[in-house]
C-alpha cells in the first residue's frame, strides 16, 4: 500500500491515501479511497471519478460538483431541502448535495405523508371506475385507453410527478452522508440532457407509480405499464453512479394484483439509461429485489455511436432481468456477481440481454445458479447483438456462456465486437473471490 504524507503545514491531518493500484490488489476496484487514519474515509463529496475508471473517465471524465463553493454545498435530508438544493435543472453552476437519513418523495412541502388518495384527489381518477372502462371484454385490445378515465389517470399520475421527479442539474454530485442511512424512497433522480453528475451511497427504495397504465397492444395479452425509474440518465453524459442500493422493498411484486389476467406494476426501472446518454459507469452498486432493471437504449434505434457504459463491481440478486438489457452501444461487463437463486418470488429470466446491434464485452464475472438452473438462459438477445469476452465462471467454473446459449437458441448470440475496452482501471483477471469481495464492499452504507 503506497503511502504519503502531506507537506509539514498538513501533516496533522494524517490522511492516508491509497493509491488506485493498491486499491486494485486489495479487490476495492479502481476509484481512489481517501482515508483518515483515525476516523475512515474522508470527504466523499469531493472525490471524482479515476482515471481510466470505465467510459464515464473518457474524455473530460466525470468530477460531478467537486468545484462547488460554499453556497452551492448543500445538507438535506427532507424532500423540500433537496429540490431547493437541486435548483433549475439548467443553472450548471457546481453544486454538493450531502443527503442525511432517508428523504420520502411522497411528502408535501411541510414534510406531511402523501398518499396515492391525496394525487387522485380532484382529478376524477379511481382505479374502480378505470377497470370498467376498459375491460378488454368490452373496450377491446386493439388501441390505447382513452377518454375521459384515462385523461384522469394521466392527471393523478402528472401530479405524483410533480413531487416525486428530482431533476438534477449539470454538475452534480449527490452523496449520501456516511452512517445516516442515506437514501430516496419513493422517488425518481431525472438526469436529463447533461453533463458531468455523480450519485453515490445512497438506497434508492419503493419507487413506485400510483397510476400505471393499461396497455392492451403491449405483448399477446396486454400489459400494465409504470413510470418512474429510480435514476434515470436521458440523454446524460459522464455520469459515474457508485455505492448505490436499489430495491423494491419494503412492496415487492410478488404482492401485487392482477387485473385483466396481468400484473398490476408500480415498478418501472431502477437505473436505466436511454435516449443518447452516454460515457456513464456504474459501479460498486447493489441491485435486488427488482423485475425490470437496467435499460441501456429505449428502443432499436435510440442513437448510434453513443450508449457507452461500463459496468463493474455490482451485485445483482433477486433481479428478474434486464441487468443489463443493452441495444446499439458499446458495453462492458466486468467482475460482476449475479446470484440467479429466486428471492422474495423475483424469479431471474436472464441476466444480460444484447439486441438491436449492441456490441457487449461480459469479462470476469461471476454466476451463482442454483441446482436445476440452466447456463443456457443467463443470457438472452434478438440475433444482432454481440457478446465478446470470457473469464466467466459459474459456480466457480469457467463456462463459455454465449456457447451455452447459441446452443438452445435459434438467434445466435454475435462472439465479436467492433471495439477492445482500455478504460479498465480495476479489472480484475480472475472472477474466483468475487462472492466474497463484493459481498462486503458494495451498495449504499459501505463509503465512510
Avoid at 23 to 37: C, E, F, K
Wanted: overall charge positive; glycine content about 10%.
Amino acid at each position: 500500500m503506497a503511502i504519503r504524507s502531506h507537506r509539514r503545514s498538513l501533516r496533522k491531518r494524517r490522511t492516508l491515501i491509497v493509491s488506485a493500484a493498491a486499491v486494485t490488489t486489495a479487490g476495492l476496484g479502481a476509484s481512489l479511497l481517501v482515508m483518515n487514519a483515525n476516523a475512515g474515509t474522508v470527504d466523499l463529496y469531493h472525490q471524482t471519478l479515476a482515471a481510466k475508471d470505465g467510459w464515464a473517465s473518457s474524455g473530460t471524465g466525470t468530477t460531478g460538483g467537486t468545484k462547488a463553493d460554499t453556497a452551492h454545498t448543500f445538507t438535506v435530508s427532507t424532500r423540500a431541502q433537496l429540490v431547493k438544493a437541486l435548483g433549475s435543472a439548467s443553472d450548471t453552476t457546481p453544486r454538493i448535495i450531502k443527503v442525511t437519513g432517508t428523504i420520502d418523495a411522497n411528502t408535501d412541502d411541510s414534510g406531511k405523508k402523501l398518499t396515492c388518495a391525496d394525487y387522485a384527489a380532484g382529478t376524477g381518477y379511481s382505479l374502480s371506475a378505470y377497470l370498467k372502462a376498459f375491460d378488454p371484454a368490452t373496450y377491446g385490445r386493439s388501441k390505447l385507453p382513452s377518454g375521459t378515465q384515462e385523461t384522469a389517470r394521466a392527471a393523478a399520475q402528472a401530479k405524483q410527478a410533480k413531487n416525486v421527479v428530482f431533476k438534477v442539474p449539470a454538475n452534480t454530485t449527490i452523496v449520501g452522508a456516511p452512517g445516516t442511512k442515506a437514501g430516496i424512497s419513493g422517488g425518481m433522480l431525472q438526469i436529463q440532457n447533461v453533463d458531468n453528475v455523480i450519485v453515490r451511497n445512497l438506497t434508492f427504495a419503493a419507487t413506485e407509480d400510483c397510476f400505471p397504465q393499461w396497455d392492451p397492444t403491449d405483448g399477446d395479452d396486454g400489459n400494465w405499464n409504470s413510470n418512474y425509474d429510480s435514476v434515470t440518465l436521458r440523454g446524460a453524459t459522464h455520469v459515474w453512479a457508485d455505492h448505490n442500493t436499489f430495491t423494491d422493498a419494503p412492496h415487492f411484486d410478488s404482492a401485487n394484483p392482477k387485473y385483466y389476467g396481468r400484473e398490476y406494476q408500480i415498478h418501472d426501472g431502477a437505473l436505466d439509461i436511454t435516449k443518447g446518454s452516454d460515457l456513464v459507469t456504474v459501479s460498486r452498486n447493489q441491485f435486488t429485489n427488482h423485475d425490470k432493471t437496467m435499460l441501456i437504449g429505449s428502443s432499436d434505434t435510440d442513437s448510434v455511436g453513443k450508449l457507452r457504459v461500463s459496468i463493474h463491481h455490482n451485485v445483482w440478486k433477486g433481479i428478474v432481468q434486464r441487468a443489463p438489457l443493452a441495444r446499439i452501444g458499446q458495453i462492458h461487463i466486468y467482475n460482476n456477481v449475479y446470484d440467479v437463486t429466486t428471492l422474495n418470488g423475483y424469479a431471474p429470466q436472464y441476466s444480460i440481454n444484447s439486441r438491436a446491434k449492441a456490441q457487449v464485452v461480459a469479462e470476469n464475472n461471476y454466476w451463482t445458479v442454483p441446482s436445476g438452473g440452466k447456463v443456457a438462459k443467463l443470457l438472452s438477445g434478438d440475433g444482432t447483438g454481440s457478446v465478446a469476452g470470457g473469464g466467466n465462471l459459474v459456480n466457480g467454473t469457467t463456462t463459455d456462456l454465449v456457447a451455452a446459449y447459441n446452443a438452445a437458441n435459434s438467434k445466435k448470440l454475435k462472439t465479436t465486437v467492433n471495439w477492445t475496452p482500455t478504460l479498465t482501471a480495476g479489472l480484475e483477471t480472475s472472477a474466483k473471490n468475487l462472492p466474497t469481495s463484493l459481498g462486503t464492499s458494495t451498495g449504499a452504507g459501505v463509503l465512510s
